[in-house]
């Protein structure tokens, strides 16, 4: 569980125990043509996306059902469009006053696997991924992106 202050800002992890029955499957897609990483728990969603093109990649990891919100903010002004997640809520505000759209809590954040986010300077869509693997986080670095620690919290996988 996150520990925030009033602006919403994470300022501390503790670990929560949660059992598959309160857990959501995220699901990892990809657009080729955008460079975007997408994330959602809707089978609706990812099917939907599945057939405009998009490539499923499984499972991103593995969320509680409730918890410290994740928020889901797109941006309508980056070529083909472009979503980003945070927890912090100053992060949310400055997004959605800049014209991104804020589009709620995407999930929420909990457990004790660690959410990787990395940045890449150097996109205009797709600027942000997010991995529980730590080889995925190290590679996009050496390939230039910048590492931005841990984004929130997953459940481990049964």
Request: contains cysteine; charged residues 20%; proline residues 4%.
């Amino acid at each position: 569980m996150s520990l925030t202050d009033a602006n919403g800002d994470c300022q501390g992890w503790t670990p929560v125990t949660v059992t598959a029955a309160d857990t959501a499957v995220m699901f990892r897609l990809y657009n080729r043509f955008t460079g975007e990483h997408f994330y959602t728990s809707s089978l609706v969603e990812r099917d939907s996306l599945v057939k405009v093109g998009w490539r499923s990649e499984g499972t991103g990891w593995v969320a509680p059902v409730s918890g410290a919100p994740v928020y889901r903010l797109y941006n309508p002004y980056a070529p083909g469009g472009d979503h980003h997640y945070t927890m912090s809520v100053r992060e949310r505000d400055a997004l959605v006053k800049a014209g991104w759209r804020a589009e709620g809590v995407g999930w929420y954040s909990g457990g004790s696997v660690r959410v990787l986010r990395e940045y890449n300077p150097y996109a205009r869509t797709g600027t942000h991924n997010y991995t529980t693997d730590p080889k995925e986080d190290t590679a996009l670095v050496k390939a230039g992106w910048r590492a931005e620690g841990t984004g929130w919290y997953a459940v481990k996988a049964k």
